[in-house]
């Protein structure tokens, strides 16, 4: 099949401005009437863009309307490089590679397009644009009139001219690349709306490109993304940050977004033709849910925690799982020593009884942070760091942990809980969601801990029994709690609250606020971000949570098979077998397995059979391939 002629217009297409508009800007930047020559350009443009004033006239008024001269060309044609659209600008590769296929046909200026052409390769006699003509001292006195391009209907006259073989086809924004089409000298239009959408152009065309990635997809020219980044669909719950949203959209993905949670069955519904799917804490996301996915690539948790999300199940769909672990670590530890003050004083229900009009100065109970001991169960990120912030405020610190974890500062380290329950004055939760966690601390650990003893939970709800904590400051043993994070908590802000540690002295309760900072949420927002990017642009699995992690750099002039499979002897060498024998040459390939699933990234040069992508997807053990660029 012989590959396709593409013809690009410039003006909104290749590049994101309209010459002649970028030209009067340079032009009348001091002229006193200048803001209304430019809004006279700007509707010339549109009409005859849109088809409602033929381009010869609309080119000679707009000229008219500019004394322009060669400095004010040059200055513009000096900075087009940066104007480049951009899905152009990502896809220089197809240009160099298919040069002597591509031509660029625009209504616009040949100084000004030719420097973007030479980046892309284009040879000059493939730029086919219109020639200012200047007077002795460099004002443009009009443009050369022999040039079809100069005239109504001048693009598809120039085209047929060229005697083309192959399929043509014409990508541009406005009417004058339609009316190729409609002179039948393109065999396909695209109505190019990366820049500008324009409803009539976009009725005649073949088909509406948002980008230069959707005009190779469909014409199957392999381009820098092998799938069009906007047609990749991303669905954020539970009201993620803006900058995540901002960041995703900015790489070209589709974004869409919902406030609340949904539950399994409105999360089934919802995730039809998802390819990844964004959630904080209060999504669950099952077994039956990743069953149902029939899309799905990864999952980014933008929280800290993924315990509500099945591992397993995604990593036996080949779903990516993704979190921000380190995010909110300092916000949670401000909250903690924030609240140990407030417990040591009893400044919550002296608050409320003020709140009331009682007045109750008094000292007794009330007690300095310094010298006191606290104990941190799990001394992981947040236990850790909650560690060298306590010790700064003059606390002694120890600790426990499942773990071997290196003492900060003058911390010592507990062989057992119970040793710390008996020493601490103030304990505080870290420990992770897992399940084995459940109950951790109740009635028999309370008992164990100094009576007067000061109690924190910011790290999950089920870790502590409840009740008994209820019982244990109800009977005096603990002097005050403060608790984060509960077994059950209300799905969003409508639902109602209940719990046993309700109306209790010196208890406070706040709503899961551990890690909701502003700065945290930015910064989740912004590191899940990162990680999704990597893995769909790169296959970069760092900081995967239920896949090997392989850190990967960009890959550039190959292509990148990214093979998830079971971990079952034998299924690389069938692999670069598949490979080998369809003449592949490969350029690098990392393999990264756990006890359940094995990842091979293999980089490949560029020609290739789709046929052999076919086979790779079928070898045994695939759990999914995917293909990159
Ligand atoms: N309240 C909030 O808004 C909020 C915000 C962020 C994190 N968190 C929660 O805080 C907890 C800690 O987060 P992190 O980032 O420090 O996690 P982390 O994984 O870095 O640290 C957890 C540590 O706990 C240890 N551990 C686990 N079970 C244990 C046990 N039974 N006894 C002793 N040690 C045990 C682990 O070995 C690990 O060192 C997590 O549960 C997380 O979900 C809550």
Not at 130 to 141: H, K, M, P, Q
Not at 590 to 614: A, C, M, Q
Not at 622 to 627: D, E
Request: aromatic content about 6%; charged content about 25%; some cysteine.
């Amino acid at each position: 099949m012989t590959s396709p002629v593409f013809i690009f217009d410039f003006d909104s297409t290749l590049v994101r401005i309209e010459t002649l508009e970028a030209l009067a800007d340079i032009a009348l930047s001091d002229a006193p009437d200048a803001a209304a020559k430019k809004a006279e350009i700007a509707s010339l443009t549109d009409q005859a863009m849109s088809g409602q004033l033929d381009f010869g006239t609309a080119l000679r008024r707009r000229l008219e309307l500019l004394a322009l001269t060669r400095s004010h060309v040059e200055a513009l044609a000096d900075r087009i490089l940066d104007e480049a659209s951009a899905s152009i600008r990502r896809n220089v590769d197809f240009f160099e590679r298919h040069a002597e296929r591509v031509y660029i046909l625009s209504g616009g200026f040949r100084e000004v397009i030719a420097p973007l052409a030479a980046r892309l390769g284009i040879a000059a006699d493939h730029v086919l644009a219109n020639d200012l003509i200047y007077d002795a001292e460099g004002r443009v006195t009009g443009v050369d009139d022999a040039n079809p391009l100069s005239r109504d209907n001048g693009k598809p006259e120039v085209i047929k001219a060229l005697n083309l073989t192959g399929p043509v086809v014409m990508v541009g924004d406005g009417w004058t690349d339609a009316e190729v089409k409609l002179a039948g000298a393109a065999d396909r239009f695209y109505a190019f709306t990366e820049v500008v959408s324009r409803q009539k152009v976009i009725e005649v065309a073949d088909a509406t490109a948002a980008s230069l990635d959707e005009v190779l997809f469909a014409e199957g020219v392999s381009g820098r993304w092998s799938y069009p980044r906007n047609r990749v669909r991303m669905l954020l719950l539970e009201n993620i940050h803006p900058a995540a949203v901002e960041r995703l959209e900015e790489a070209g993905y589709t974004v869409e977004t919902i406030k609340g949670a949904l539950d399994e069955d409105d999360l089934i519904e919802a995730i039809k033709g998802v390819h990844v799917l964004g959630i904080r804490s209060k999504t669950n996301v099952s077994k039956r849910v990743l069953e149902q996915a029939d899309r799905l690539l990864a999952v980014a948790a933008f929280c800290i925690g993924t315990n509500q999300i099945d591992l397993e199940a995604a990593a036996e769909h080949g779903v990516a799982v993704f979190n921000a672990p380190y995010s909110n670590t300092r916000s949670v530890v401000e909250l903690a020593i924030g609240l140990t003050i407030v417990l040591m004083r009893d400044v919550a229900d002296k608050s409320a009884a003020m709140h009331r009009g009682e007045w109750n100065k008094s000292a007794v109970g009330s007690r300095e942070l310094r010298g006191k001991t606290l104990g941190i169960v799990g001394y992981g990120a947040i236990g850790s760091q909650l560690s060298v912030l306590a010790e700064g405020l003059g606390m002694r610190v120890i600790f426990h942990d499942l773990s071997e974890r290196l003492a900060l500062g003058n911390a010592r380290r507990m062989r057992s809980l119970d040793a710390l329950l008996a020493e601490a004055d103030v304990v505080s939760l870290h420990v992770d969601g897992r399940k084995d966690n459940a109950d951790v601390i109740g009635a028999a650990q309370f008992a164990k801990m100094k009576p007067g003893v000061l109690f924190l939970n910011l790290s999950r709800g089920h870790v502590v029994d409840v009740d008994a904590l209820a019982e244990a400051v109800t009977s005096g043993r603990i002097a005050g709690a403060a608790v984060d994070v509960f077994p059950e908590e209300p799905r969003t802000n409508a639902d109602p609250f209940a719990s046993p540690l309700q109306g209790l002295k010196n208890v406070i309760l706040s709503p899961h606020i551990g890690g909701s900072t502003e700065e945290a949420q930015e910064a989740i927002a912004e590191f899940a971000a990162e990680r999704l990017l990597g893995y769909l642009n790169r296959g970069d699995t760092t900081f995967c949570v239920n896949l090997p992690n392989v850190q990967l750099a960009e890959v550039s002039r190959a292509h990148r098979l990214l093979h998830i499979h079971r971990n079952q002897p034998g299924v690389l060498a069938e692999l670069n077998r598949a490979l080998s024998t369809a003449g592949f040459n490969i350029l690098g390939q990392h393999l990264k397995t756990d006890e359940r699933t094995g990842y091979v990234i293999t980089d490949v040069d560029r020609d290739y059979d789709p046929e052999v992508l076919k086979v790779l997807r079928d070898l045994p053990g695939t759990v999914r391939f995917r293909m990159l660029h």
